[in-house]
């Protein structure tokens, strides 16, 4: 999977980091330490800069959220209370004042999940949705996205550079990190799983 995208770095540079980072944000499994551990590395034997890797996959990543938000847009609060309504999902005991809730948090902590989650694999291309759902500021949104992102581009970018051709020990670091992230979040969910659960229970009691 990454032979392919090493080649496109190799001859199209800041285009190609630019539409491979927007299509990591779109379709997750596309690893984004690859291609900034190793534009990072490019930087030691062409013409292209640090600063113009970091720049086009900041770019890039403000592009593919934005498309995400979008799609997280038309998913409005009335639509989505349409839909917990079918029987199928009444079925898991979730109403409409869940959704109403949801959004009401997000609107409240979003901020730092916007922020935060673009440090977090996976979640730093899905958190586009919810924020896109919440209706959140576009330009707050653009702004989060935008220095979260600056910020882990820039490490990643800089990683590969310091490492050079060992780059992809960057890779297996970040790999280590995504393993540690989602063991987190798996634990982090059963938790809020159980608790909305158990809340449930005590609701109907």
């Not at 593919?64 to 898991?92: D, M, P």
Request: proline share 2%; aromatic share 16%; hydrophobic share 55%.
């Amino acid at each position: 999977m990454t032979e392919w995208m090493i080649n496109l770095i190799n001859q199209f540079g800041f285009w190609a980091i630019l539409f491979l980072i927007a299509l990591e944000n779109i379709f997750p499994p596309i690893p984004s330490e690859v291609i900034l551990s190793f534009g990072g590395f490019l930087t030691l034997h062409t013409k292209i800069a640090l600063w113009e890797i970091v720049l086009a996959s900041t770019i890039g990543s403000v592009l593919g959220a934005l498309i995400l938000y979008y799609v997280g847009s038309l998913f409005t609060e009335a639509r989505l209370k349409k839909l917990v309504n079918n029987k199928f999902i009444k079925i898991l005991g979730f109403k409409e004042d869940d959704v109403s809730k949801t959004i009401a948090w997000f609107n409240k902590h979003g901020k730092g999940a916007i922020f935060y989650g673009r440090f977090v694999p996976i979640i730093r291309s899905l958190i586009s949705i919810p924020a896109g759902i919440a209706q959140v500021k576009l330009s707050l949104f653009v702004s989060l996205t935008f220095l979260g992102s600056l910020i882990w581009n820039t490490v990643l970018a800089s990683l590969g550079f310091y490492f050079g051709s060992k780059w992809d020990i960057v890779v297996k670091i970040i790999d280590d990190y995504a393993i540690l992230c989602a063991g987190l979040l798996v634990i982090a969910f059963g938790i809020a799983c159980i608790y909305w659960y158990k809340k449930r229970i005590k609701a109907r009691n």
